[in-house]
């Protein structure tokens, strides 16, 4: 089935250097390597003109200082805080202009942000969801705009991923829960 580039939106989820870039604190190989499926599926988007969304995991330094349970910096460590090089998209996805850059302080690119907003007034109802890591920022996004009733698809040949059990993990609880899962090769427009 193919998607129409009207309603359907390529969501990248993190694909930023403290995750995907050797030098990041998060670096994963599995997340560097999705970099170029990530790129192809954006370019595929572009040229239907379907719209692009990235999503930037960012941190300001003192976002945990109060926190009662939720510290992301107790379990991963200090990660792409706000205004480093860590919190910036890798060099290979530039964001075009017509791009629209979701900046997000928690695993689900909903919580707090103005995405739901952005697709309800740009009336998105599907989303095509990439990007890293696919069993925490990629599947808390997914179930929260299957909450929202979006309807998630996660691309699950351009996920990155820690452990390859973990992608393999999100895609089928994904797909169990709430939504589907494809290949790059299964997406179409038009």
């Known amino acids: 089935m193919p998607y129409d580039p009207a309603t359907t939106a390529l969501v990248v989820v993190d694909m930023q250097n403290g995750f995907c870039h050797p030098d990041g604190s998060l670096y994963a190989p599995g997340s560097e390597d999705a970099i170029a499926p990530v790129a192809e599926l954006v370019d595929r988007a572009h040229e239907a003109t379907a719209p692009v969304i990235y999503t930037r995991d960012v941190h300001p330094p003192d976002q945990f200082d109060d926190v009662h349970y939720y510290d992301e910096f107790d379990r991963w460590g200090e990660h792409v805080l706000e205004g480093s090089w ?105």
């Open 86 to 190: 860590e919190a910036e998209i890798v060099d290979e996805l530039p964001a075009d202009d017509a791009d629209h850059v979701v900046v997000k302080h928690t695993y689900d690119a909903f919580y707090q942000t103005e995405l739901e907003g952005w697709l309800r007034a740009h009336n998105i109802d599907t989303l095509l969801l990439c990007g890293t890591l696919a069993n925490v920022c990629v599947f808390h996004t997914a179930g929260s705009a299957g909450l929202r009733d979006f309807k998630p698809v996660l691309v699950e040949d351009a996920l990155g991923y820690i452990d390859e059990d973990h992608r393999e993990y999100a895609v089928d609880h994904s797909e169990f829960l709430y939504g589907e899962a494809t290949t790059r090769e299964e997406i179409a427009f038009d």
